[in-house]
């Protein structure tokens, strides 16, 4: 048994983001792989796999790859909000809905969780929960910029 090495999974992802950049799908993905064979147990190693992986264009994978973290760590919000990001970028708001409101639940101030699901909420024609959502938000953050904002294009839907 290997201890983890976090050196050697971060050389096989700049290895892989080089591949990924010079449009070398294969290379990329023996390279991801390397890199959780490195760190199995290490979630974050799949997140960022996930992620590479989906802008490499290979959706399955990185759903996969997504789920493999959240067996690992259930209870870990920032994947909860990166699945939530995949299934909204990937055409499926509702999947994305369900994420962000678990993110939530996770972690009520969780910093873009909040902000995310009203968008989405929004987008899809559900006003008045986006509305409910966003108040919960600027009253947990009320100086928050960001939400402020959000509520003035909110109000414009």
Known sequence: YMEFNADRAQVAFM??????????????????????SIGPNEVE?????????????DQARAEA?????????????????????????????????????????LDPD??????????VLAQQGDINTAQRYLEA???RDPRNQDLQQLRAWLSRQ
Request: proline share 4%; net charge negative.
């Open 15 to 36: 290895l892989a983001r080089e591949a990924l950049n010079q449009g070398q799908s294969a290379d990329m993905h023996q390279y991801l792989d390397n890199a959780i």
């Open 65 to 105: 790859d997504l789920l493999k973290a959240l067996e690992l760590e259930p209870d870990n919000p920032t994947l909860h909000w990166t699945l939530a990001l995949f299934y909204n970028e990937t055409g499926r708001p509702q999947n994305a809905i369900e994420q962000f409101q678990i993110t939530l639940q």
């Open 110 to 119: 969780y910093p873009r969780a909040a902000y995310n699901l009203v968008v």
């Open 137 to 139: 938000a600027l009253r």
């Open 45 to 57: 190693i799949w997140r960022q796999a996930a992620i590479m992986r989906s802008e490499g264009g």
